[in-house]
């Protein structure tokens, strides 16, 4: 923002000289200064939208920006983001179709579009953006997506061998690591997730996700101790509302009742679904 108040300083002066008959600029020099200003002016305020703003709000800056200057790719790019931030995912598919159409699109935009297909449930036109971009293009998104979609056709090996690319292309891995894990909780493969969702906690050990997962795999194992993982007392109910419906469900019946009173005796206040779960249960028995 101070390069465009120093430019804007620069442009006055400019148009005073002209004013006074000088040697200063043209009229058409002075016009094309401005809109250069304009458009970091611009560029500083599409950045605030994509980021800090109400999706709702980027989306309708976007549309009016858009309507005005209805050329310019990174505008485009801006309201199919947006659209994806608002969870208007049909309309933000469609918005980065428009991106890929135009002069100037990239196989990241082709990735993004591939993103916002799998959001609108169009697994197969996902499938097929993602076969379209070149092998070379090696990014973790490319392959985080790569590795659903392979889930979503249960081509495992395939699966396993994108998420394990899409890890190692990125500093933050936690939530790649989870999905992962949850892919080998659906399969079967209990011992295999629980180490993913531990891992995924040791990057965010504030994953709430990951650590409700974690509980799933070891239960699936009838492990109902809470792991050793940062928790709050709240967290704690809940988890252990989570493992004693879990051994419910393997007929463990005993055990989750125990754990439902542990987890009404941890919850700060009054946890109404674990009271619901065992006075059901009492019930039934009863």
């Known amino acids: 923002m ?19 008959g000088g040697t200063g600029a043209t009229d058409a020099e002075v016009e094309q200064a401005i809109k250069d200003v304009n458009v970091i002016d611009q560029s500083n305020l599409n950045e605030v939208m994509l980021t800090a703003a109400d999706p709702n709000e980027a989306v309708a800056y976007f549309q009016r920006t858009l309507a005005q200057n209805p050329e310019r790719i990174d505008l485009h790019r801006g309201l199919a983001k947006s659209l994806v931030r608002a969870k208007k995912n049909s309309a933000a598919a469609a918005a980065w179709q428009r991106v890929i159409a135009m002069p100037g699109s990239t196989n990241d935009d082709r990735v993004e579009y591939a993103d916002a297909l799998i959001r609108a449930n169009r697994w197969d036109d996902a499938e097929a953006q993602l076969d379209s971009i070149p092998p070379t293009h090696e990014t973790f998104q490319r392959y985080r997506l790569e590795a659903m979609v392979a889930d979503s056709n249960k081509e495992w090996k395939k699966a396993d061998s994108f998420y394990e690319i899409a890890v190692g292309l990125t500093t933050r891995p936690s939530g790649t690591l989870n999905n992962w894990g949850f892919s080998k909780l659906t399969r079967g493969d209990y011992a295999g997730a629980e180490a993913l969702f531990a891992e995924a906690l040791t990057y965010d050990s504030s994953m709430f996700t990951a650590k409700n997962n974690l ?21 704690r109910a809940q988890l252990t509302h989570t493992a004693a419906l879990s051994a419910i469900k393997q007929g463990d019946v005993n055990t989750g009742k125990a754990l439902l009173a542990e987890a009404i005796a941890t919850h700060p206040q009054y946890f109404e679904a ?3 779960s065992l006075e059901a249960l009492e019930n039934n028995n009863g």
Do not use: F, K, W
């Not at 101070?2 to 006074?20: H, K, M, N, P, V």
């Open 2 to 20: 101070r390069r465009a108040g120093l430019l804007t300083i620069c442009i006055t002066s400019t148009i005073a000289l002209a004013g006074c």
């Open 215 to 235: 509980v799933l795999a070891r239960s699936a194992q009838r492990n109902y101790d809470m792991p050793v993982v940062p928790m709050t007392q709240i967290e």
């Open 274 to 276: 674990a009271v619901r």
